[in-house]
Nanobody, 123 residues
Framework: QVQLVESGGGLVQAGGSLRLSCAAS????????MGWFRQAPGKEREFVQA???????YYADSVKGRFTISRDNAKNTVYLQMNSLKPEDTAVYYC?????????????????WGQGTQVTVSS
């Protein structure tokens, strides 16, 4: 069982940056793949980025070159550094944990989810 708590969301102007954090409970954090998803009002929850237990990274084309996922296993924390933010990045951002080795770009690959943190980018 893993509990996830996101933080770091807020209001930022277009072109600005934010860093989201996701703190995980439990002793086995390093064995999980970790992902970030987002959901804008009226839209489906969509994949943003993921990092495997071995450090391989997967990302959505919409955030390529702007967002960077990283993890600190000693702190049981995964981060999402978001630069060059755009109004269309406005959404609730969710952290998720997966025991799978593959398929981590899909929502169905994740068993554990955080409550989400709001990111609002003004134009």
């Amino acid at each position: 069982q893993v509990q996830l708590v996101e933080s770091g969301g807020g209001l930022v102007q277009a072109g600005g940056s934010l860093r989201l954090s996701c703190a995980a409970s439990g002793r086995t954090f390093s064995t999980y793949a970790m992902g970030w998803f987002r959901q804008a009002p009226g839209k489906e929850r969509e994949f943003v980025q993921a990092i495997t237990r071995n450090g391989e990274i997967y990302y959505a084309d919409s955030v390529k070159g702007r967002f960077t996922i990283s993890r600190d296993n000693a702190k049981n924390t995964v981060y999402l550094q978001m630069n060059s933010l755009k109004p269309e990045d406005t959404a609730v951002y969710y952290c998720a944990a997966s025991t799978k080795l593959y398929g981590i770009a899909n929502r169905s690959g994740y068993a554990y989810w955080g409550q989400g943190t709001q990111v609002t980018v003004s134009s």
